[in-house]
Protein backbone atom coordinates (compact mmCIF):
# COMPACT_ATOMS: atom_id res chain seq x y z
CA UNK A 1 0.00 0.00 0.00
CA UNK A 2 1.13 3.18 -0.80
CA UNK A 3 0.87 6.53 0.93
CA UNK A 4 -2.29 8.38 0.43
CA UNK A 5 -1.49 11.29 -1.65
CA UNK A 6 1.31 9.50 -3.36
CA UNK A 7 1.87 9.85 -7.06
CA UNK A 8 0.87 6.63 -8.63
CA UNK A 9 2.52 7.54 -12.56
CA UNK A 10 6.01 7.41 -13.34
CA UNK A 11 7.60 10.62 -15.25
CA UNK A 12 8.44 9.16 -18.83
CA UNK A 13 10.12 12.40 -19.97
CA UNK A 14 12.58 12.23 -17.36
CA UNK A 15 16.41 12.65 -18.25
CA UNK A 16 18.40 9.90 -19.32
CA UNK A 17 22.22 10.07 -19.58
CA UNK A 18 22.33 6.97 -21.94
CA UNK A 19 20.20 8.66 -24.62
CA UNK A 20 23.29 11.61 -24.94
CA UNK A 21 25.83 9.39 -24.87
CA UNK A 22 24.24 7.43 -27.54
CA UNK A 23 23.38 10.45 -29.47
CA UNK A 24 27.17 11.94 -29.38
CA UNK A 25 28.31 7.97 -30.93
CA UNK A 26 26.49 8.79 -33.64
CA UNK A 27 28.46 9.70 -37.45
CA UNK A 28 27.64 11.32 -40.38
CA UNK A 29 27.30 8.99 -43.71
CA UNK A 30 30.66 9.13 -45.93
CA UNK A 31 30.61 8.62 -49.86
CA UNK A 32 30.43 5.10 -49.94
CA UNK A 33 27.45 4.89 -47.32
CA UNK A 34 25.41 7.26 -49.71
CA UNK A 35 26.63 6.02 -52.81
CA UNK A 36 25.05 2.40 -51.33
CA UNK A 37 21.44 4.52 -50.47
CA UNK A 38 21.79 5.80 -54.35
CA UNK A 39 21.76 1.76 -55.43
CA UNK A 40 18.37 1.05 -52.96
CA UNK A 41 15.82 -0.11 -55.60
CA UNK A 42 17.73 0.02 -58.81
CA UNK A 43 18.05 -3.23 -60.59
CA UNK A 44 21.66 -5.36 -61.26
CA UNK A 45 21.56 -3.47 -64.76
CA UNK A 46 20.25 -0.14 -64.09
CA UNK A 47 23.85 1.46 -64.67
CA UNK A 48 24.67 -0.20 -67.63
CA UNK A 49 21.27 0.48 -69.46
CA UNK A 50 22.26 4.17 -68.56
CA UNK A 51 25.33 3.75 -69.85
CA UNK A 52 23.94 2.26 -73.01
CA UNK A 53 21.20 5.29 -73.08
CA UNK A 54 24.17 7.38 -72.52
CA UNK A 55 26.12 6.32 -75.92
CA UNK A 56 22.73 6.24 -77.61
CA UNK A 57 22.75 9.64 -77.30
CA UNK A 58 26.35 10.20 -78.34
CA UNK A 59 26.17 8.84 -81.41
CA UNK A 60 22.66 10.10 -82.56
CA UNK A 61 24.77 13.55 -82.06
CA UNK A 62 27.28 12.41 -84.36
CA UNK A 63 25.29 11.50 -86.87
CA UNK A 64 22.97 14.83 -86.86
CA UNK A 65 26.59 16.83 -87.32
CA UNK A 66 27.51 14.81 -90.01
CA UNK A 67 24.29 14.91 -91.48
CA UNK A 68 23.85 18.16 -91.34
CA UNK A 69 20.63 20.15 -91.07
CA UNK A 70 17.21 19.02 -92.65
CA UNK A 71 16.26 20.22 -96.09
CA UNK A 72 12.71 20.72 -94.63
CA UNK A 73 13.84 23.05 -91.57
CA UNK A 74 15.69 25.41 -93.30
CA UNK A 75 15.12 24.99 -97.27
CA UNK A 76 18.94 24.44 -98.25
CA UNK A 77 20.32 21.33 -99.39
CA UNK A 78 23.18 19.74 -97.36
CA UNK A 79 26.20 22.13 -97.82
CA UNK A 80 28.43 19.17 -99.83
CA UNK A 81 25.51 19.37 -102.54
CA UNK A 82 25.85 23.17 -102.98
CA UNK A 83 26.78 24.20 -106.07
CA UNK A 84 27.71 27.95 -105.55
CA UNK A 85 28.76 29.01 -109.32
CA UNK A 86 26.13 27.33 -111.52
CA UNK A 87 23.50 29.42 -109.23
CA UNK A 88 25.36 32.61 -109.11
CA UNK A 89 25.08 32.06 -112.96
CA UNK A 90 21.41 31.03 -113.28
CA UNK A 91 20.68 34.20 -110.86
CA UNK A 92 22.22 36.53 -113.22
CA UNK A 93 20.55 34.83 -116.56
CA UNK A 94 17.43 34.72 -115.09
CA UNK A 95 15.63 38.20 -113.92
CA UNK A 96 13.58 38.03 -111.01
CA UNK A 97 9.80 37.49 -111.32
CA UNK A 98 6.88 40.18 -110.79
CA UNK A 99 4.18 39.24 -109.10
CA UNK A 100 0.45 38.95 -110.50
CA UNK A 101 -2.44 37.73 -110.48
CA UNK A 102 -4.63 35.04 -113.07
CA UNK A 103 -8.12 36.68 -113.41
CA UNK A 104 -9.49 34.48 -115.81
CA UNK A 105 -8.60 31.36 -118.43
CA UNK A 106 -9.20 31.67 -122.08
CA UNK A 107 -10.03 28.47 -123.64
CA UNK A 108 -8.55 26.37 -120.62
CA UNK A 109 -7.54 22.16 -121.55
CA UNK A 110 -6.31 23.13 -124.85
CA UNK A 111 -3.38 23.46 -126.45
CA UNK A 112 -4.47 27.31 -127.10
CA UNK A 113 -4.77 28.57 -123.98
CA UNK A 114 -4.64 31.88 -122.80
CA UNK A 115 -4.09 33.76 -119.74
CA UNK A 116 -5.26 37.24 -118.46
CA UNK A 117 -3.43 38.34 -115.86
CA UNK A 118 -4.06 41.54 -113.86
CA UNK A 119 -0.78 42.89 -112.22
CA UNK A 120 -0.45 45.86 -109.77
CA UNK A 121 -4.13 46.24 -110.22
CA UNK A 122 -3.28 48.72 -113.11
CA UNK A 123 -2.78 46.48 -116.56
CA UNK A 124 -4.33 43.54 -117.53
CA UNK A 125 -2.49 40.86 -119.99
CA UNK A 126 -3.30 38.49 -122.10
CA UNK A 127 0.18 36.23 -121.84
CA UNK A 128 0.60 32.43 -121.93
CA UNK A 129 2.93 29.98 -120.50
CA UNK A 130 6.61 29.57 -119.90
CA UNK A 131 8.58 26.25 -121.31
CA UNK A 132 8.76 24.79 -117.56
CA UNK A 133 4.90 25.81 -116.26
CA UNK A 134 2.38 23.11 -116.41
CA UNK A 135 -1.50 24.36 -117.44
CA UNK A 136 -2.54 21.85 -114.47
CA UNK A 137 -0.97 23.76 -111.94
CA UNK A 138 -2.69 27.17 -112.51
CA UNK A 139 -6.33 28.08 -112.00
CA UNK A 140 -8.55 31.28 -112.24
CA UNK A 141 -7.75 33.51 -109.02
CA UNK A 142 -4.35 32.27 -108.49
CA UNK A 143 -1.23 34.64 -107.94
CA UNK A 144 1.25 33.68 -110.23
CA UNK A 145 5.12 34.64 -111.17
CA UNK A 146 5.61 36.24 -114.66
CA UNK A 147 8.66 38.02 -115.88
CA UNK A 148 9.49 41.21 -116.76
CA UNK A 149 9.81 40.92 -120.65
CA UNK A 150 7.25 39.10 -122.12
CA UNK A 151 4.90 38.39 -118.94
CA UNK A 152 4.95 34.58 -119.32
CA UNK A 153 3.60 32.89 -116.29
CA UNK A 154 6.54 30.68 -114.63
CA UNK A 155 5.13 29.73 -111.29
CA UNK A 156 2.39 29.39 -109.35
CA UNK A 157 2.45 31.12 -105.86
CA UNK A 158 0.66 30.75 -102.63
CA UNK A 159 -2.45 32.64 -101.32
CA UNK A 160 -1.38 35.98 -99.59
CA UNK A 161 -2.26 35.33 -95.91
CA UNK A 162 -1.93 38.57 -93.16
CA UNK A 163 -0.27 37.56 -90.83
CA UNK A 164 -3.15 39.16 -88.50
CA UNK A 165 -5.41 37.24 -89.23
CA UNK A 166 -3.45 33.90 -88.59
CA UNK A 167 -2.78 34.71 -85.41
CA UNK A 168 -6.35 34.54 -84.62
CA UNK A 169 -7.05 31.09 -86.23
CA UNK A 170 -8.18 28.55 -84.00
CA UNK A 171 -5.94 25.26 -84.98
CA UNK A 172 -7.30 22.95 -82.62
CA UNK A 173 -11.08 23.70 -81.05
CA UNK A 174 -10.83 21.99 -77.00
CA UNK A 175 -13.03 19.85 -76.28
CA UNK A 176 -12.73 21.19 -72.34
CA UNK A 177 -16.96 21.47 -71.05
CA UNK A 178 -17.91 23.36 -68.06
CA UNK A 179 -18.82 20.40 -66.56
CA UNK A 180 -14.82 19.15 -66.60
CA UNK A 181 -14.56 22.44 -64.68
CA UNK A 182 -14.60 21.82 -61.10
CA UNK A 183 -15.27 24.09 -57.82
CA UNK A 184 -15.59 27.61 -60.07
CA UNK A 185 -19.18 27.83 -60.30
CA UNK A 186 -19.52 31.52 -59.83
CA UNK A 187 -16.82 32.22 -62.38
CA UNK A 188 -18.39 30.25 -65.43
CA UNK A 189 -21.41 31.67 -64.36
CA UNK A 190 -19.96 35.14 -64.56
CA UNK A 191 -18.03 34.00 -68.22
CA UNK A 192 -21.31 33.05 -69.77
CA UNK A 193 -23.12 35.87 -68.78
CA UNK A 194 -20.24 38.38 -70.38
CA UNK A 195 -19.15 36.64 -73.42
CA UNK A 196 -21.07 33.66 -74.11
CA UNK A 197 -24.79 34.97 -74.11
CA UNK A 198 -24.05 37.81 -76.03
CA UNK A 199 -22.80 36.00 -79.08
CA UNK A 200 -25.68 33.67 -78.96
CA UNK A 201 -28.35 36.01 -78.34
CA UNK A 202 -27.94 40.09 -79.88
CA UNK A 203 -30.88 40.87 -77.59
CA UNK A 204 -29.15 39.76 -74.36
CA UNK A 205 -27.78 42.20 -72.04
CA UNK A 206 -25.55 41.67 -69.45
CA UNK A 207 -26.42 42.90 -65.44
CA UNK A 208 -24.73 46.33 -64.80
Not at 110 to 136: C, F, H
Not at 144 to 155: F, L
Not at 177 to 184: A, P
Not at 195 to 201: A, I, K, Q
Amino acid sequence: MSEKGACQTTNKGSYDPDEEKNAKKLQPLDEDDIALLKTYGLGPYANRIKAIEADLKKIAKNINVLKGIKESDTGLANPSQWDLVSDKQMMQSEQPLQVARCTKIINPNTEDAKYMINLRQIAKYVVGLSDRASPTDFEEGMRVGVDRTKYQIHIPLPPKIDPSVTMMTVEEKPDVTYQDVGGSKEQIQKIREVVELPLLNVTYKTKP
